[in-house]
């Protein structure tokens, strides 16, 4: 069975940081697309960051720059590092699987907010 564990959300000012894990058990990040979505308040869930297979990556323009997704291999576990935060951001952050069959997180919480 399939599973996506997020954590590492919370409440953070603006301009602060937070760094998102994703764990996942019953595939291996290593081999699949693996990727961040976002779904704000009465907002569509949205595109944030993905990490194909070979490494390459490509950022939403809205975190171009501030976002990084990365991946521990060994830990089967793929993070994403924001920076910057701005009040914008907050919403809840879903890690995503796909290889054919897609996969989805629970989602965490993040709520940018002085």
């Known amino acids: 069975q399939v599973q996506l564990e997020e954590s590492g959300g919370g409440l953070v000012q603006p301009g602060g940081s937070l760094k998102l894990s994703c764990v996942a058990s019953?595939?291996?990040?290593?081999?699949?697309?693996m990727a961040w979505f976002r779904q704000a308040p009465g907002k569509q869930r949205e595109f944030v960051a993905r990490?194909?297979?070979?490494?390459?990556?490509r950022y939403a323009d809205s975190v171009k720059g501030r976002f990084t997704i990365s991946r521990d291999n060994a830990k089967n576990t793929v993070y994403l590092q924001m920076n910057s935060l701005k009040p914008e951001d907050t919403a809840v952050y879903y890690c995503?699987?796909?290889?054919?069959?897609?996969?989805w997180g629970q989602g965490t919480q993040v709520t940018v907010s002085s």
């Open positions: 995503y699987a796909a290889i054919g069959p897609e996969y």
């Open positions: 019953g595939i291996s990040v290593r081999i699949y697309t």
């Open positions: 990490l194909w297979s070979g490494g390459s990556t």
